[in-house]
């Protein structure tokens, strides 16, 4: 059997499904093909972020956030709780209704929009001739004038310490913890080592971190990684920089772990482990014998601006390929392609893709740092506005963290954006329509701002990037 489609889809995470429902309403016949089975076996759409990143993570951020909220920052606020008691099951079950509604909200989008769904493995084969194996092992053909790729990605494994899906788990099985940990170690100080980390100390773990590179998130603006990193250590997370794991040892229900920093090597015992060391292209069985898609030298997917692959009427859009492995670049991704297979001309702008770790407070950024400018050798000027100034964060007794505007020295035009906020995933957002339209730090400060809220907090770095900021000193007068 084979069924023939303009735009076959292969994959229904956020790059996949946005790519799929945009090319369905361009009027082009779309199938979006899916392998995903959850815990109990079943398949289910919405790739990684809906079934075991984004969502659920997000899901346990927030109620974890709201347990340490009522056991310890409310007495000072003149509300008595009492004592305040965990029932991790009901939390758990609260995440999981959560995917739930939204991996199905994800099928009937789809079928609203009139996109075909086939769940079961694809694998790429000549001439845009796609196999598809169900979960009964029934294998069918699919052709289509064109391909979009959206495999998504899949945790890295270290041989130093293989997870054995019990005390050593990747962030899927430390999404599913059925009893909080006494001791957790993570792998790995990123984002996605940060927010399990917050999860499960808020929760009454005691964890370390253990962070290969000698520099805490490498990614960010420094002043911000600086200060974030004497926060999460006052919040009770032991981030321990330069540490490499050289081995594991398994124990009477512990996992021992050695490690070597600087100092030499070092042994330090856990009930249970998280590697959380990033993530790569998934691309096992995508192709089959004489199919090639060209990689890059990570190992991603091979891609152009437009997302063209190197076989023809071939795309890839989302974690497969080069860039932040982020939902939303993903998405537009998709969008971008299904837009050009149609016959418009969209483009990604990649210098405004926001970039956010869902701690508390939050870290986000977006555009060029203090040090890739440097490096670049382009000249700027910074504006910081701290929290601790602002007062709707002081009555929010959310003080903790800063704003930073950074701005081209001669133009003024805004180059980067980087905020450590309560809301900072939702601060960002201003930021990445200002640089969109190409605003200047001038622009920002010309802005009327509601009073009070912490996005005032934006318009004052941006004052302050000339000196004219009203709620700090100012180093400048006219």
């Not at 956020?14 to 959850?38: E, F, M, S």
């Not at 008595?80 to 994800?106: P, W």
């Not at 795309?315 to 492995?325: E, I, K, L, S, W």
């Not at 770790?357 to 939050?362: A, M, N, R």
Request: with cysteine.
């Amino acid at each position: 059997m084979s069924d023939a489609y303009e735009v076959a889809v292969i994959g229904a995470g956020p790059a996949g499904y946005h790519a799929a429902i945009r090319a369905a309403q361009l009027g082009l016949k779309t199938v979006c093909i899916d392998r995903w089975i959850d815990a109990a076996g079943a398949p289910v759409l919405g790739g990684t972020c809906l079934n075991v990143g984004c969502i659920p993570s997000k899901a346990l951020l927030d109620a974890s956030h709201k347990f340490e909220q009522a056991r310890s920052e409310l007495k000072p606020l003149g509300i008595k709780t009492g004592k305040v008691s965990l029932d991790l099951k009901t939390m758990q079950d609260h995440k999981t209704q959560i995917v739930k509604n939204l991996t199905q909200g994800v099928a009937g989008l789809l079928k609203a929009n009139g996109v075909e769904v086939q769940l079961g493995s694809a694998r790429l084969d000549q001439g845009n001739v796609i196999n598809v194996t169900d979960n009964l092992g029934v294998e069918h053909q699919v052709t289509a004038g064109a391909v979009i790729v959206a495999p998504g990605s899949k945790p890295i494994d270290i041989g130093a310490c293989p997870m054995d899906g019990d005390q050593i788990v990747d962030s899927t099985g430390a999404l599913a913890f059925e009893a909080v940990p006494k001791t957790l170690g993570i792998i790995g100080a990123g984002v996605i080592g940060l927010e399990l980390g917050s999860v499960w100390s808020r929760l009454g773990s005691q964890v370390v971190l253990l962070e290969a590179l000698p520099e805490f998130l490498p990614a960010a603006d420094r002043q911000l990684a600086k200060a974030a990193l004497k926060l999460f250590g006052e919040q009770g997370l032991d981030i321990r920089l330069g540490a490499t794991v050289v081995n594991r040892h398994q124990n009477k229900g512990k996992v021992e772990l050695e490690y070597s920093d600087s100092d030499g090597t070092h042994t330090i015992a856990f009930d249970r482990v998280i590697v959380a060391v990033g993530r790569r292209p998934d691309l096992a069985g995508l192709c089959g014998d004489g199919v090639e898609l060209k990689l890059d030298e990570r190992g991603a997917i091979d891609v152009d601006q437009h997302c063209q692959t190197s076989l023809a009427n071939v795309f890839a859009v989302g974690d497969a390929v080069r860039g932040p492995m982020l939902a939303h670049k993903g998405m537009e991704e998709g969008i971008m392609v299904a837009e050009r297979l149609a016959g418009a001309k969209p483009q990604v702008n990649y210098d405004t893709v926001p970039s956010v770790i869902y701690t508390h407070p939050e870290i986000a950024w977006v555009g060029k740092s203090e040090i890739e400018l440097k490096q670049e050798d382009v000249p700027f000027k910074v504006g910081v506005f701290p929290l601790a100034a602002s007062g709707r964060a002081l009555a929010s007794s959310e003080t903790a963290g800063m704003i930073k505007v950074i701005a081209h020295a001669d133009s003024d035009r805004i180059l980067g954006v980087h905020v450590m906020a309560a809301h900072g995933s939702e601060l960002i957002a201003e930021a990445v329509i200002a640089m969109e339209f190409g605003a200047s730090a001038e622009d920002l400060g010309l802005t009327m701002f509601a009073h009070p809220t912490l996005s005032e907090g934006l318009h004052e770095a941006a004052l302050a990037v000339s000196g004219h900021a009203i709620h700090i000193a100012n180093r400048k007068r006219r």
